[in-house]
Every structure is written in C-alpha cells, then in structure tokens.
C-alpha cells in the first residue's frame, strides 16, 4: 500500500524566514495531497490541497509544490509568524482500480517559530 | 455552526472496561472516520464509513468497532480496552471521499 514520509520532524525558524517540510510518496497511483496544520489541543485543518494534475498551488503566504517524477511534495510558508507554530502533516490519496483510497498520513513536523 | 463534536474530550479507564466514544457531524457529510494519534506516528486511520450502514476497517482497526446508524453519528466503540490502545483519537468528516477533511477537537483516552 501507499507510504508517506515526512522530513523533518522538528523544525525551528526565526520569525520571517520561510519553512519548508518536504514529504515523498511510494505508489504512483496517489493523485491527492492536503496539507493540514494541527495547533495545540485541536484537530488537524486543512490549509492547502494539490492534485495530480497541478505542479504548484499557491494560497498568500503558502504554497505547495508537486514532482510526480520523483513522487515528491513539499509546503512552502513564506514570511513566517509565531501563530505557524503547529504541526503539519502531509498525505495522500491514492487511485487503485478505479476506486479512491483513503488518506495515508506523514508522521508530521513540528513547526516552531521563534519571535 | 458546522462542526464535528466528540465526547468525551478526556476519559482515563482501566482494561477491560468497555467504552464508546461519540463522534456527531451537522454537516450532512456522507463520509466519517476515526484516527487514532501517537507520538512520532502521525495520523493512522482506524474505520471509515462512506455513508449509513457501510463501513470498514482503515490501517489499525484491531480492538475497535464502529457503527453508522444514522448520517450524523459515528461512534468509536472498545469493547475490552487495553493499554496500548492509549492515544488522541480524532474523528473527522467530510462531504466525499477524497476532498477536506473536518476533524473533531480529539479524545484523549488513557487505558491502565
């Protein structure tokens, strides 16, 4: 079945860099990829989605990048402020038989930006 | 307010007590899962439910039922809790099967 990997697992930036949390997928079949951020004490929120058929998605200060040669994505924040703090996690979806698998998660990165 | 409600938020038992978790939707969302969440292993899936009276076992589904007896509600049920079933469990909705996902606030459970 599908597999997700998430690098890194912990990163910290200054206030005003950019982040970048990079996720690689195994089966060439998965043609959906959400990102959800998870701040403390809540549940996961979607922040941004690509499909297969986009190479880039862009939502003000994040967008998301997709290389579906090399079955990777990665969520790029830009300008970064401390309310980014959280944990993001990748995922994807994928098509088998004709039918839609269910989301397969990243094991998440720790956000922290310091003011 | 659209929302995913769970409850309870906190719950300490021991093993063996049997326990349901209650997730509910106001969303008319057709599509329900639960998630259980440990450290350093992200998200996995436990069930899902593609609509009322169908549903099916996600990447860990061992030690738990679910059932979908009417649209909004999808409870989690651990018929013998044991310890490793210790987690943040999250139950999520959404309108399809591969489109956003709405999770609930989480349900810490702590089985001794």
């Known amino acids: 079945g599908e597999n997700v990997e998430q690098h890194p697992s912990t990163l910290s930036v200054q206030e005003g860099d950019s982040a970048v949390i990079k996720c690689t997928y195994s089966d060439s079949a998965s043609n959906y990829f959400p990102w959800y951020k998870q701040e403390l004490g809540k549940g996961p929120q979607l922040i941004i989605d690509i499909r297969s058929n986009v190479g880039e998605k862009k939502d003000q200060r994040i967008a998301v990048t997709l290389n579906k040669t090399a079955k990777h994505f990665s969520l790029h924040i830009t300008e970064t402020q401390p309310e980014d703090s959280a944990v993001y996690f990748c995922a994807a979806s994928m098509n088998y038989g004709g039918s839609q698998g269910n989301l397969i998660f990243g094991k998440g990165t720790k956000l922290s930006v310091k003011p | ?112």
């Open chain 2, 1 to 112: 307010e659209a929302q995913v409600t769970q409850n309870p938020r906190y719950l300490i038992t021991v093993t063996g007590k049997k326990l349901t978790v209650t997730c509910s939707q106001n969303m008319n969302h057709e599509y329900m899962s639960w998630y259980r969440q440990d450290p350093g292993l992200g998200l996995r899936q436990i069930y899902y439910s593609m609509n009322v009276e169908v549903t099916d076992k996600g990447d860990v589904p061992e030690g738990y039922k679910v059932s979908r007896k009417e649209k909004r509600n999808f409870p989690l049920i651990l018929e013998s809790p044991s310890p490793n079933q210790t987690s943040l469990y999250f139950c999520a909705s959404s309108p399809g099967h591969v489109v956003e996902q709405y999770f609930g606030p989480g349900t810490r459970l702590t089985v001794t």
